[in-house]
């Protein structure tokens, strides 16, 4: 009996010792590996053997750090791979499928393709699927760097007809496969697609509308055509939901030798992934209207935006002083003056689109207002600011060191013009906080635009910004409609104060966020230091120099760190990096977003009239709506992420959540409580 139970025992070992040796995740077929300089490449198969119609292969390249190779179309220079397969037998046809490119420059053309290691599909038909099939390919592919080399490579495989089994290479071309696009827009969330290229004016314009039931997020489109055009900035304008999205493309018309041909447009996006193959012919149509309409309508967005502006808050004082300051002043220097102002606006607006156009260079991610999530800024503003306060008040007048005031470059001796440039630098500056509600169309397109597209979006915010002031720069008379010098001016620069202190106190509230209260008292100790040191006319420049810097070196004291608390004590909100949504409307509960951050006026606005309301208080408790509030004050990656996803580059960000919505319904700036109602009964 023993030896009968050792018998069984030994035979389990050697089934166990076979189903190892032999099962799948040991098998491998490929080719060897075909070297060229910089680069490899080798054909591998997810199946041992098959006796289908169609073999799927793939075709893995490994290429040297920072080298790359070329999509179907490169674009500028270069070439995509070509596969010579006459010498192989029971093959039909070979299709290879493209995976998702990027964008790169090399040698300074624009040109699209992969780095590192990417592996191409191939669609193999065969004649008769009950032989083997040889495959003998010859492959021809560039590779480039600073320089960009020939690689050309000789590859042998031999699959076996019959049932296969998976190799190690199986899981890795499925991957790839699956994002391998589809020609069958059924499938994808896109509800229209529609495509026009029209001739106009020597160029020829690809007119691409698209809508989604879900919405558009970061999208990249690739064009393939028989005629190899080059790499072109898409221009994207979006509707307000981002479920709408239209995007030209501008070619010279002399790229086109025909008017009819074939074309391949591929569509990526965090949401989307789809191929459209079709016929197209170029339509001679007078674009010219239609062609700047969604360009018009951002910039009289933009204009509109930068006029409402001058009425904000932050913003109104600086306008107000300008005025009192040129009354009694002749028409030939009030016209001198406004002009430099609008000077002034204008070039801070191009700063601001530079500063943006390199930070999206360089990855990093842009938001309208983050300058306002930086400490020193603010506190640079808030030492403006308390100096246009304590001038407001008569304790002294802001003049220029004799040193800068008496340069030829200032005006010769006179820093009137001087002071009114960075009048309109500085209104630039704290406008940004107050404008989301009205320029935030026009800063999601300029963000999400072509570089051309954000300097002139930025420009004419600027110009709207400037309006009042170029209108009284062409019509100085009508400054005679303000009346005469005299007591009221006194008392309209005390009601500025007003104003400005309250800007203060603001300013003193964001920086409480990063700093205690005995940051506070430094400030308003060095303030009044400094406010004497300018009302006794002690100009000792070096002194008050040192102040400032003094005041700038109290963030690196321990002292003044602020101590790291909860960010929402309240017992309705959760906090956002604390909660995860998908979880929480899981389990069938709706939720409502708060985006907000101090230094953000149109979300204090939302909170004291509609969030913190007594009417919309008890909806959300009698509702049992779950109150999420994400705090933006400082800079906070996961939200940085999150508002990206939407395509928002700014605050107040409000949102529904629930099972039937999960992506939410994106509220307006500006909130009211019939909205937050009505958006309700749609998510629940």
Request: proline residues 4%.
């Amino acid at each position: 009996m023993d030896k009968v139970i050792k018998v069984i025992n030994l035979l389990k070992i050697v089934i166990i010792l076979a189903l190892g040796l032999f099962s799948t995740a040991g098998y491998s077929l490929s080719s060897d590996w075909a070297i060229s300089e910089k680069s490899k490449v080798r054909l591998i198969s997810p199946m041992t053997s098959s006796n289908n119609n169609q073999l799927i292969l793939a075709l893995e390249y490994e290429l040297e750090e920072e080298w790359k190779t070329y999509w179907k179309s490169p674009g500028g220079g270069g070439f995509p791979q070509k596969i010579i397969w006459n010498n192989s037998s029971n093959v039909k046809d070979i299709k290879i499928l493209w995976p998702e490119p990027i964008e790169f420059e090399i040698l300074g053309l624009k040109s699209i393709g992969y780095k590192d290691k990417v592996i191409f599909p191939l669609i193999v038909d065969l004649e008769d699927n009950q032989k083997q099939t040889n495959l003998n390919l010859n492959i021809n592919y560039l590779v480039c760097k600073d320089v960009c080399i020939p690689g050309s490579a000789d590859i042998f495989l031999n699959i076996p007809s019959g049932d296969g089994e998976y190799t190690d290479y199986f899981f890795e071309i499925e991957k790839v496969l699956s994002t391998t696009l589809n020609n069958n827009i059924d499938f994808t969330p896109i509800s229209n697609f529609s495509f026009k290229a029209i001739e106009n004016n020597n160029s020829v314009i690809f007119d691409i509308e698209i809508s989604t039931t879900s919405f558009f997020d970061d999208p990249k489109i690739f064009i393939h055509t028989p005629f190899g055009l080059p790499v072109v900035d898409p221009i994207n304008n979006y509707s307000l939901d981002f479920q709408k999205l239209n995007t030209s493309l501008y070619y010279s018309a002399d790229q086109f030798n025909e008017k009819k041909f074939p074309i391949e447009i591929f569509f990526y996006d965090n949401n989307h992934s789809f191929k459209v193959e079709k016929s197209v012919e170029i339509e001679n149509v007078d674009k010219n209207i239609s062609i700047n309409t969604s360009l018009i309508y951002l910039l009289l967005i933009s204009l509109l935006g930068g006029f409402i502006l001058n009425l904000m808050p932050c913003v109104f004082p600086v306008l107000s002083l300008k005025l009192l300051s040129v009354i009694n002043t002749e028409d030939k220097k009030i016209k001198s003056s406004f002009f430099i102002t609008v000077l002034g606006i204008i070039a801070s607006f191009l700063i601001l689109g530079a500063f943006f156009v390199i930070l999206k260079q360089i990855n990093i991610s842009i938001s309208w207002g983050m300058q306002f999530q930086e400490p020193y800024f603010l506190m640079f503003i808030l030492i403006i600011i308390s100096m246009f306060f304590l001038n407001t008040l008569g304790l002294f007048q802001i003049n220029l060191p004799s040193f800068l005031s008496s340069s030829k470059i200032l005006n010769s001796g006179n820093n009137f013009y001087t002071k009114n440039f960075f009048n309109g630098f500085f209104a630039t500056l704290l406008a940004t906080p107050c404008s989301a509600p009205y320029l935030g169309t026009a800063v999601t397109a300029a963000f999400t635009q072509s570089t051309t597209y954000l300097f002139l979006i930025f420009c004419f915010m600027g110009i709207g910004m400037s309006l009042p002031y170029l209108i009284i720069a062409f019509f100085p008379g009508l400054i005679s409609f303000l009346p005469r010098s005299g007591k009221w001016m006194i008392y309209f620069k005390y009601f500025l104060s007003i104003l400005l202190f309250i800007t203060i106190v603001w300013l003193l509230s964001i920086l409480n966020n990063y700093f205690n209260y005995f940051f506070i008292v430094t400030f308003t100790v060095l303030l009044i230091l400094i406010s004497a040191i300018l009302k006794f006319r002690i100009y000792q420049i070096p002194i008050i120099i040192s102040l400032i810097i003094i005041f700038f070196l109290t963030p690196y004291l321990n002292s003044f760190q602020k101590i790291n608390e909860e960010n929402y004590k309240s017992n309705n909100w959760f906090d956002f990096n604390s909660k995860s949504i998908p979880e929480i409307i899981a389990n069938n509960e709706i939720v409502f977003l708060d985006i907000t951050a101090d230094w953000c006026i149109t979300c204090k606005f939302n909170k004291i009239n509609v969030l913190n309301s007594k009417t919309v208080s008890d909806f959300f408790d009698s509702q049992e709506v779950t109150l999420i509030k994400a705090d933006w004050t400082q800079p906070n990656q996961k939200i940085n992420k999150f508002l990206k996803k939407y395509n928002k580059f700014g605050i107040p960000f409000n949102a529904f959540y629930s099972s039937k919505f999960p992506e939410g319904i994106v509220m307006n700036e500006i909130l009211t409580e019939k909205q937050i109602f009505e958006t309700y009964n749609k998510v629940k």
